[in-house]
């Protein structure tokens, strides 16, 4: 079956170089995907604060903490293009058998242009999941804004 593909950007009222730094912390996903996914690390106590290029085993439990399985998320930093730069989690799992998650960003007025394209394949699954990334990327960005925002105020 064909990966369905799901796009989702966003403008962050703050410079790139933050929300970068705020992208790389766990304590950022655990924030952004709250309710809706959690993933506990299977190979380590716990999660490290930043994280590196390297595949990661966790617990994936959805809404409710129903258990979705063995899911491992493959991080990496793919190089920057221009002023555009990427982090990756090609992840797969025993029910999703392809998360291709790409996060772009790069520079917009005095802000920054997030864009998070996911590529889901799960078989006869798929329509479904895509169904779910659609609405869990909506809901992620626009907590993904509001911690941003929160940030950068502290931040000045």
């Avoid at 990966?3 to 992208?23: G, K, M, N, Q, Y």
């Avoid at 058998?97 to 007025?109: A, F, K, V």
């Amino acid at each position: 079956m064909t990966p369905r593909v799901i796009r989702e950007t966003s403008h962050l009222p703050a410079p790139p170089d933050l929300v970068w730094d705020l992208l790389q912390r766990t304590d950022t996903l655990i924030h952004i995907t709250e309710g809706w996914l959690s993933f506990r690390p299977l190979d380590l106590p716990d999660w490290p604060d930043t994280w590196k290029e390297g595949a990661y085993r966790a617990a994936l439990s959805g809404p409710f903490g129903i258990p979705l399985g063995l899911q491992i998320l493959r991080v990496s930093f793919p190089p920057p293009r221009g002023d555009i730069r990427f982090i990756r989690d090609r992840g797969e799992g025993q029910m999703v058998r392809l998360w291709d998650h790409l996060i772009s960003l790069r520079p917009e007025g005095s802000g920054t242009c997030y864009a998070d394209e996911v590529a889901v394949e799960a078989g006869w699954r798929t329509p479904f999941v895509a169904a779910f990334a659609r609405a869990f990327y909506r809901r992620r960005q626009r907590r993904l804004k509001a911690l941003v925002e929160r940030s950068y105020r502290e931040d000045k």
